[in-house]
């Protein structure tokens, strides 16, 4: 086989969708749901309509993967449906919040959890390691980035079934969490505590799209693209319900109200003390899948842009196995600068809006396409249409509202990501004229 035409299986695809979705979210983001809902049944209830939103967001992105199976996500998607202005502004969006951000928090979340163990190495000194290693190995072949990319998926996958039922069986005394419906769950679910809890588990599923990132170097990406989509999005569901459960279910809630590292916690009063620390090194390992797989998956955005703009043509160009080597490094640059400059605080702070904003537009794309461009060929439909695009867009636009009205600061922030897109875009469209000439 050449090398340039090794193709991403659909079992390296589900693994890198997977390793994306599952990162410092579902780790980090309970203590702040307690300080508002202490509820079991609403806690599950949350993680459970995240994962519907995901499914749901998973299946219009299937549809319009197969429709245009070209790399690049919503950078593709969008440029088709709307404008290329509209798919250069995601790109924008995607190459700084959507990918080199969220790849600095996971590599400081592994430098925080590994140092805690080691206190004599440097948290920011074991992120950037980490970056540069895994940036490195795929930057050379694909076959390098599957074998890399399979391997810590399936530990990490192992991991959380591991630790999830040796808690159930080795607990003394489980918590009196009552995780069935009672007197006041509904009109929690319906409040603002509850939709603005819903940010952060949405930024906990981000990436379920991470293989439309891929797409032009998948294998027959028409037929494998929905299924991996789906089946992947509907796992890491399971996962993070079994996971929340499981904090719950052996320490106290006022013990995990407000704390970043739930999983310590609960791993201190499964295994005590000697137990925490492994959890903090099995965390730390749980993460790298996870800054691998953006890696991997977000430099695709960059060279689709290399490929269209003439400015940003060196963005575009691949190595002799077809790897876009210089893209892979230009956003390892960009991570790196996000984890010497700014705290995990501030890296998150507007992710989660920009981000929905993002899909959004893209999932509401389905409804135009099905009205201009009615005859063009679907090799898959989205299941349910039109209800599942609308059930996502009817609960992203909800948690966006509350962010709005609750957070103004991060929302205004991210529109403004968002408008400085394009005003760059209609820069480098001029500066392109003159670059051609």
């Not at 691949?318 to 876009?324: L, Q, S």
């Not at 959004?360 to 409804?367: D, M, P």
């Amino acid at each position: 086989m050449n090398i340039k035409t090794f193709k991403f299986t659909p079992r390296v695809a589900m693994a890198v969708v997977v390793a994306n979705m599952i990162g410092t979210g579902v780790f980090t983001s309970l203590g702040f749901q307690l300080l508002d809902i202490q509820s079991g049944f609403v806690i599950l209830m949350l993680w459970t309509v995240g994962g519907v939103m995901a499914v749901c967001g998973a299946l219009v992105y299937a549809e319009l993967g197969a429709m245009f199976p070209r790399s690049g996500g919503e950078y593709n998607f969008l440029s088709e449906i709307y404008h290329p202005s509209a798919g250069f502004v995601s790109g924008w969006v995607s190459a700084t919040i959507g990918f080199a951000a969220p790849t600095a928090l996971a590599a400081i979340t592994f430098g925080k959890y590994l140092g805690s163990v080691f206190p004599v190495l440097s948290p920011t000194w074991l992120a950037c390691v980490l970056v540069v290693v895994l940036t490195t190995v795929h930057a050379t072949s694909r076959k390098n980035s599957a074998d890399l990319q399979g391997v810590f998926t399936v530990v990490k996958i192992a991991l959380i079934f591991g630790f999830c039922i040796l808690s159930w069986f080795l607990i003394d005394v489980p918590q009196n969490v009552n995780f069935l419906p009672s007197s006041g769950d509904t009109a929690l679910m319906g409040s603002a505590a509850f939709a603005v809890s819903l940010i952060y588990v949405n930024y906990a599923y981000t990436g379920w799209n991470a293989a439309t990132y891929l797409s032009g170097e998948l294998d027959e990406p028409q037929k494998n693209l929905p299924r991996i989509l789906v089946l992947s999005t509907a796992a890491v569901t399971i996962m993070y319900v079994m996971l929340n459960f499981t904090f719950m279910y052996v320490a106290p809630i006022e013990d995990m109200v407000g704390k970043v590292e739930v999983g310590y916690v609960a791993a201190q009063h499964v295994f005590g003390e000697i137990g925490a620390a492994i959890m903090g090194v099995l965390l730390s390992l749980l993460l790298i899948s996870t800054v691998s797989a953006m890696v991997l998956a977000g430099p695709r955005v960059l060279q689709v842009i290399g490929e269209d703009f003439p400015v940003f043509k060196k963005m575009g160009q691949t190595n002799a196995h077809g790897v876009p080597a210089i893209a892979i490094w230009i956003q390892a640059l960009l991570t790196l600068t996000f984890i010497l400059t700014a705290s995990f605080e501030s890296i998150l702070v507007f992710a989660g809006f920009t981000l929905g904003v993002n899909t959004i537009f893209t999932v509401a794309g389905i409804f135009v396409l099905r009205w201009t461009r009615a005859d063009f060929p679907r090799p898959f439909k989205a299941w349910g249409f039109p209800v599942t695009p609308l059930v996502f867009l009817a609960l992203s636009g909800w948690t966006l509202t509350y962010t709005l009205i609750h957070k103004p600061a991060e929302g205004l922030s991210g529109m403004a990501i968002i408008g400085a897109g394009f005003v760059f875009y209609w820069a480098t469209k001029f500066f392109g004229r003159k670059f051609d000439g």
